[in-house]
């Protein structure tokens, strides 16, 4: 039997080596089914045909904008130090995994067993994040341009400049969650924190898939800005994260 033809990869973003999702899929062991409930909050609207073909053809150029407006301090004290909670923070979920060598997903739920509220797809590679946050500190900030007028919310813009730290690092694009992110989300539902390697039972391209689960504090500044803190259960010890969402 003729062996089945694999799709053509659409172009990879200026910082990323390779698309996220593999020619071969991986075979995730998966426990018992369990069925990721709906969020009580209002999931984004999906994408149009329009818009994927516009994200499709936009993730092959670089993004030219002037630098981060977010301020970044690589060596200032942590924000919140030993704290448990941000004053009007919302306690949410949030997981980031890929492959090592693919592009990183964030997926933020009101709790591991929900179906996603947010799934952001970064250009920077999985194993090079999880690095530099084993190492300190990591800023994300993710920038896009405000439109008179404009009622959308701003985590519910389709594709954002993105800064690592203060440096350019290609894109970030929502996207609505597939059947493999719900996989993975399935197989995570009864791990509140934590980080790890999910089998498989080939050995793939792109490496490992790897994973990092943590609760984050939601806060909104504005319409035009929203913030994700990684809390740290130990608190100042381990990895910390921010992400910034900002509209200028």
């Known amino acids: 039997m003729a062996a089945p033809q694999t799709q053509p990869r659409p172009p990879p973003l200026p910082t990323a080596s390779q698309n996220l999702k593999p020619t071969t899929q ?4 998966t426990p018992s089914p369990v069925s990721l409930q709906p969020s009580t909050k209002k999931s ?3 994408p149009s045909k329009l818009f994927r073909r516009f994200r499709a053809v936009f993730r092959s150029f670089p993004i030219i904008s002037p630098s981060c407006k977010i301020p970044v301090s690589l060596h200032g004290s942590r924000m919140g130090e030993g704290h448990t909670h ?3 923070g919302t306690r949410m979920t949030g997981t980031l995994f890929g492959y090592r060598k693919a592009r990183i997903n964030l997926v933020i739920q009101e709790s591991p067993r929900c179906l996603p509220i947010l799934v952001l797809e970064l250009g920077i590679q999985t194993g090079k994040l999880l690095q530099d946050m084993g190492m300190g500190l990591v800023r994300i900030a993710l920038e896009c341009e405000k439109r008179p007028g404009d009622k959308t919310k701003i985590v519910d813009e389709p594709i954002w400049a993105l800064y690592c730290n203060g440096k350019e690092s290609g894109y970030g694009v929502r996207r609505e969650a597939t059947e493999d992110d719900l996989s993975v989300m399935q197989v995570l539902h009864a791990v509140s924190m934590g980080a790890g390697v999910l089998p498989n039972e080939t050995e793939l391209p792109d490496g490992d898939l790897m994973y990092m689960r943590a609760q984050f ?3 909104v500044g504005s319409r035009d800005s929203e913030t994700y803190y990684m809390m740290n259960p130990d608190g100042n ?3 910390e ?3 910034f969402f900002v509209r200028i």
């Open 26 to 29: 991986p075979t995730v062991h």
């Open 237 to 239: 010890n381990g990895p």
């Open 86 to 88: 941000i004053h009007g």
């Open 217 to 219: 504090e939601r806060v």
């Open 241 to 243: 994260l921010s992400v």
């Open 44 to 46: 984004p609207s999906k």
